[in-house]
C-alpha cells in the first residue's frame, strides 16, 4: 500500500518567515495530494491540494509544490502569521476510488 | 448545513467497558471514514463506507472494534471491551462524491479508557 512520509515532525518560525514542510510518497500512481490544517484542538481542514497534472498551486500565502520524478511534494507558507500555527497533515491517494493515506503531521509554531 | 455532528466530545470510561461512538455525516455526501488520531500514529483510517455499505475495514484494530452504518444519516463505533490504549480522538468524515474528494471531519471524540 500507499506510505507517506512528513518532515518534518516540528517546525518553529518566526512570524514573517517562511515555513516549509515536505512529504514522500512510495506509490507512483498516486495522483491526488491534499494538505490539512488541524488547529490546538479543533477538526482537520482541507486547506490546500493538487493534482498530479499541476507542478504547483498557489492560494494567497500557502502553495504546494509536486515533484512527481522523486516522489515528493510540499507545503510552503510565506509571511507566517501566528494564525498559522498548527499542525499540518499531507496525504496521498492513487485514485478516484483510492482512500487517502496521510503523513504523520508538522507541528507548526510561529513566534513573535 | 451543520456539519459533520459527532457525538459525545468526552468520553471517559473504564476499562473492559463498552464504548460507542456516534456520527451524522453531512447530508448527501456518499462517503464516511472514522479515523483514530494518536501522538504516536498521527491519523489513521479505521474503516470507511460508500452509499451505507462498509467496503475497507482493514484499519479497524482488533475485533473489539466494530462500525455500522443502518442508514445514510448515521454511523456508530463500537468498542467492546475497552481497553487503556484505546484511549484516542476519534474523528468520523464525509466526502460527496469521491473517496478522495475534500473531507469534512466532525469535532471528534476524545475519548479516555482507564
Known amino acids: 500500500g500507499e506510505n507517506v512520509e512528513q518532515h518534518p515532525s516540528t517546525l518553529s518560525v518566526q512570524e514573517g518567515d517562511s515555513a516549509v514542510i515536505k512529504c514522500t510518497y512510495s506509490d507512483s500512481a498516486s495522483n491526488y495530494f491534499p494538505w490539512y490544517k488541524q488547529e490546538l484542538g479543533k477538526r482537520p481542514q482541507l486547506i490546500i491540494d493538487i493534482r498530479s497534472n499541476v507542478g504547483e498551486k498557489k492560494d494567497q500565502r500557502i502553495a504546494v509544490t509536486l515533484n512527481k520524478t522523486a516522489k515528493h511534494f510540499s507545503l510552503h507558507i510565506t509571511e507566517t502569521q501566528p494564525e498559522d500555527s498548527a499542525v499540518y497533515f499531507c496525504a496521498a491517494s492513487t485514485g478516484t476510488a483510492s482512500k487517502l493515506t496521510f503523513g504523520t503531521g508538522t507541528r507548526l509554531q510561529v513566534t513573535l | 448545513d451543520a456539519g459533520v455532528i459527532q457525538s459525545p466530545r468526552h468520553e471517559v470510561t473504564e476499562m473492559g467497558q463498552e464504548v460507542t461512538l456516534r456520527c451524522k455525516p453531512i447530508?448527501?455526501?456518499?462517503?464516511l471514514f472514522w479515523y483514530r488520531q494518536t501522538m504516536m500514529r498521527g491519523l489513521e483510517l479505521l474503516i470507511y463506507f460508500n452509499n451505507n455499505v462498509p467496503i475497507d475495514d482493514s484499519g479497524m484494530p482488533e475485533d473489539r472494534f466494530s462500525a455500522k452504518m443502518p442508514n445514510a444519516s448515521f454511523s456508530t463505533l463500537k468498542i467492546q471491551p475497552s481497553e487503556p490504549r484505546d484511549s484516542a480522538v476519534y474523528f468520523c468524515?464525509?466526502?460527496?462524491?469521491?473517496?478522495?474528494?475534500?473531507?469534512?471531519f466532525g469535532s471528534g471524540t476524545q475519548l479516555s479508557v482507564l
Open positions: 447530508s448527501g455526501h456518499d462517503y
Open positions: 468524515a464525509s466526502s460527496f462524491r469521491r473517496i478522495n474528494e475534500k473531507l469534512f
